[in-house]
């Protein structure tokens, strides 16, 4: 029912900054849950941050201060800014929405921060 399609990933010095985005098929502002997990190699799925249709979020500590959630309605799309990145942050960045009981992921996309 939600198709989600990341982009925005690469490989970035530690420092530096990158915008991922998360394309939906359809309109998300009917999407209750919206939010950023991220796995890096060989580690665990975690949470990164989420946010709501009423736009509140939440933030790992690991990323907080440094990155932000945010979700442009009009464009059916969800963002994750990461700004003051560290080589822990190296993972792959995957897409999740929660829609009426089912929960949708993206594919992942590739973020690289090198020392």
């Known amino acids: 029912q939600v198709q989600l399609e990341e982009s925005g990933g690469g490989l970035v010095q530690a420092g530096g900054s990158l915008r991922l985005s998360c394309a939906a098929s359809g309109s998300i502002a009917t999407i209750g849950r919206m939010a950023w997990y991220r796995q890096p190699p060989g580690k665990q799925r975690d949470l990164v941050a989420r946010?709501?249709?009423?736009?509140?979020?939440y933030y790992a500590d690991s990323v907080k201060g440094r990155f932000t959630i945010s979700r442009d309605n009009a464009k059916n799309t969800l963002y994750l800014q990461m700004n003051s990145l560290k080589p822990e942050d190296t993972a792959v960045y995957h897409c999740?929405?929660?829609?009426?009981?089912?929960?949708?992921w993206g594919q992942g996309t590739l973020v690289t921060v090198s020392s």
């Open positions: 946010i709501t249709s009423g736009d509140s979020t």
């Open positions: 999740y929405a929660l829609r009426n009981g089912y929960v949708y």
